[in-house]
């Protein structure tokens, strides 16, 4: 349906910032919702961050509030997460995913509920 690939990922030092991209191809941008997971070794995959096909709503993982912010590019068909402050324990890969919605404010923070993934990308952050 659609192919996802992100980017941006890469190792830094605890408070520093990264910027997350998640391009998007072969499919109808405007009708697809997105959201960032994060997986680390031994550890389920996590919900981070997720965005309305609108761009008007999001949710965060407690975690990652006031730190992290997703947004959307309609004219590049990406998505972003910004991450500021970055703590060790934020250390994964972030994949990114989308799911076909026709509402326009509607949001999706389970696993289940997301039918299209990148392949990753890692982030490391050290102290």
């Known amino acids: 349906q659609v192919q996802l690939v992100e980017s941006g990922g890469g190792s830094v030092q605890a408070g520093d910032s990264l910027r997350l991209s998640c391009a998007a191809s072969?499919?109808?941008?405007?009708?697809?919702?997105g959201g960032w997971f994060r997986q680390a070794p031994g550890e389920e995959r996590e919900f981070v961050a997720a965005?309305?096909?609108?761009?008007?709503?999001?949710r965060y993982a407690d975690s990652v509030k006031g730190r992290f912010t997703i947004s959307g590019d309609s004219a590049k068909n990406t998505v972003y997460l910004q991450m500021n402050s970055l703590k060790p324990e934020d250390t994964a890969v972030y994949y990114c995913?989308?799911?076909?919605?026709?509402?326009?404010?509607?949001?999706?923070?389970?696993?289940?509920?997301?039918?299209?993934w990148g392949q990753g990308t890692q982030v490391t952050v050290s102290s």
């Open positions: 072969g499919g109808t941008f405007s009708i697809y919702t």
């Open positions: 965005i309305s096909t609108s761009g008007s709503w999001t």
């Open positions: 995913a989308a799911r076909r919605t026709f509402s326009r404010s509607q949001v999706f923070t389970s696993r289940g509920e997301y039918r299209n």
